[in-house]
Nanobody
Framework: QVQLVESGGGLVQPGGSLRLSCLLSGRPFTDYTMGWFRQAPGKEREFVATIVWSGGRTDYTDSVKGRFTISRDNAKNTVYLQMNSLKPEDTAVYYC?????????????????WGQGTQVTVSS
């Protein structure tokens, strides 16, 4: 059984940075494409970023391109989301997810496993 545990959320001022981490346990990490999603109050869960098993290909939603970076350390079974130049509209619960595929995946329905979420609040 795959388990995902996120960490690294918190309160940050506009323009600040945070790094989220997500540890996968229970199955080989390299079997999975990893993704980050977020959900703001009253809104649907939305795709943020995804990375294939090797780390060699990534994809981002337009609103975070140039500000967020997804990466993974396969030796540590961990995927990261480095978030820079944060804006109030980035405020949401952030979730990591795992999909057993070799492809980049944006659709949340393709992901089989989800973490519990970590709150990110951008406010002055």
């Amino acid at each position: 059984q795959v388990q995902l545990v996120e960490s690294g959320g918190g309160l940050v001022q506009p323009g600040g940075s945070l790094r989220l981490s997500c540890l996968l346990s229970g199955r080989p990490f390299t079997d999975y494409t990893m993704g980050w999603f977020r959900q703001a109050p009253g809104k649907e869960r939305e795709f943020v970023a995804t990375i294939v098993w090797s780390g060699g290909r990534t994809d981002y939603t337009d609103s975070v391109k140039g500000r967020f970076t997804i990466s993974r350390d396969n030796a540590k079974n961990t995927v990261y989301l480095q978030m820079n130049s944060l804006k109030p509209e980035d405020t949401a619960v952030y979730y990591c997810a795992a999909a057993r595929t070799g492809l980049l995946v944006r659709a949340p329905g393709t992901y089989s496993y989800w973490g519990q979420g970590t709150q990110v609040t951008v406010s002055s």
